[in-house]
């Protein structure tokens, strides 16, 4: 039997389960208290905003407290009601927007804003109180812009940075009305900002926003520029959900038509650009364990990892696998394979890569990856941004037919490259090859399901050949730390180790949709949404002839043409990269 | 009677507590902030301003801030708003609620250890075990047994109100800074 406690609720009597919140005890009994500054009670029950006020009474008194943080007991008469509170919760968004700056029309949190949204629901007058504001500070960093006048102060970016991510690069600063959350060294870039866009995803307004690039599209659009799009394996299993579509729906088909309409030169699938990391990421672990070099090998597809790595544990470079991301190879291999066969010039190609990530605008602008004489990705937009784009433009999304991706030299794909988007794919689909490689034949696909999961933190041991080799998967950068302290104390027993920075990996990415039902707290959404939108791309997975890297038609082609073979000297110029130690406060 | 000295005090007071709160939550930061520059146009001179407005912030500032700090402040400031329409002087009565005020809050503040960077420790030796401060915690981080086990605070549930400190009766409540 569980235990349970009396309580009231507008005089009605409910009877609900024992150490609940007022807040989570009224939804049980149907009732709906807005709120703003919770994001989840592990994390966080601050109850700053005072948006979620409710009274409880006392006698004749009636004492108001924030539903989110307040624990239920035995007897409690929650009033949810009386004008006092309806009042009390509209003072203090109409405080809140006194000090807010009011640009809606240009925000482009315009529509997902969740001030805009409680505002709404209790009626609060924009103008009702005026004065004094907050001077305005807007933080443009390579990932991520910061505008403070859009803030709230309701904490969930510090503590995601802190608590969820353990980077801790924001933090609330100075008292009373000049109180601010900011960057340690008041700009994101000197910091120590990864770039991962958790934050991004928690803001309730757009004082936390990726930094936009769609503008920069628009130029090479009107330079006449051949503009050509890649896009994310994430992409498809999230982009479904901005045009009214529930999460857990397959968005491939429409979304690249939808790219094609928008007038690109040609759309490609970065899904071949993982598979291109996968066959030299491989040869390059096959190699290290062949010839006992360091081990573990640890994947370097996710930037904000990188970007941690560089800054904090920059000793363990050796380890890291030297390849690029596979938005950069890919470009690197348009401007290259590409052009070549077109009769193009590098330059004349503008490459757009559509990402579910803040940290990708920051990973085109590194110095080291300038191998070649071109720059390798000229863009990077996230998922929202091409969102807005295809908004903009007027396609009727439910009308749209499937399509494919370009077939043009780069256009094929095995299910290995589309299941990168989420945690444990990169390893997945490396040891599919790697297995290939050293036992000279293929494995069954259910062989290395053991890396597959939701915990942030997975390991497996797989047979190959005679020999056991144990890996990792880790998502969500704090949950590394464990880890690479072992690897820096020589003790890890791991071979090869997984690590993306993002919860879930790139389908939880920072530049992601928001998940409208995550504001509202419904936790069944909350707690789902990642394995819905990771069971997608298991599916396409699932549904692909080819599932190993090496066996893309495509890629053989590449390879034969104009790669020779993994590793080379000229795909190392082209597809891998150098990695160096980074101060922690600036860059 | 108002004198210059009576409103000297009572603009140093709205001055102090508009800036000496600690910003966590909406009600103080903006709210005593919005409040008090409803207070200094009237005390300047400019009459035109709502006393329904100004009644209805303080009063809900006095019942909705997160923590004393906000909640004391507001009360003081009632009495003022008070003071200012209705009974067009300061008496006494004001007065002695600002040095009431200050003598609970004037070190936290100024030291500013209200809100963050600070604390909470129960002396179990001290703790009476009455439960008085986990029935007054607003964030539930506080648990004991009444009459059986000291109480606790768990301080990553707590949200550094010093809701504890005011309320226990018997100095339990230890702050470390």
Redesign the interface.
Known sequence: MKDTVNIKINGIPYEVEKNLTILEASRICGYDIPILCHWDHDYCAVGSCRVCLVGIKEGNNTRLVSSCSTTIFDGIDIDLLSPLVLRARKTSVELLLSNHSKECQQCPKNGNCELLNVAKIVGADENKFSGKTQDRVIDISNGITRDSSKCVLCGRCVEVCNKQQGIGVLSFKNKAFENVVSPTKDLLKDSGCIFCGQCVLACPTGALMENSSIKLVDEAFEKKKKVIVQVAPAIRAAIAEAFEQKIGVLGAGKMFSALKKLGFYRVFDTNFGADLTITEEAEELVERIKNKKVLPQITSCCPAWINYMERFYADLIPNISSCKSPHQMEGAIIKSYFAQKHNLMPDDIFVVSVMPCTAKKDEIKRKENKTADFVDVDAVLTTREIIFMIKRAGINWSLLPDGEPDNDLIGEYSGAGAIFGVSGGVMEAALRTAYFKLVKKEADILFFKDVRGLQCVREATINIGEKDIKVAVVSGIKNAVPLLQDVRNKKSPYTFIEIMACPGGCINGGGQPYVKECFFLDKNVRNTYIEKRSSILYNVDEKKKIRQSHNNEDIKKLYNDFLIKPCSELSHKLLHTTYSKKDKFSQ | MNTIDNIKEVKAFIDFV??????????????V??LS?ILNNVINGNEDIEQK?AL??GN?IK????CDFGKNAANVLLLIIDGIFQKKEFDNTVLTAINNFYSEFKERAVT?T???SVEFFIDANKCKKCSMCSRHC???AISGVIRLEPFQINQN?C?KCWTCFSVCKFGAVNVKK
Do not use: D, M, S, V
């Not at chain 2, 508009?18 to 709210?31: D, F, S, V, Y």
């Not at chain 2, 019942?63 to 997160?66: E, F, N, Q």
């Open positions: 508009a800036n000496e709160n600690c910003g966590k939550c909406t009600l103080c930061r903006i709210g902030k919005r520059e407005t209805e912030l809900t019942l909705g801030a997160l500013g209200i809100g963050k607003p964030a539930g549930k949200i």
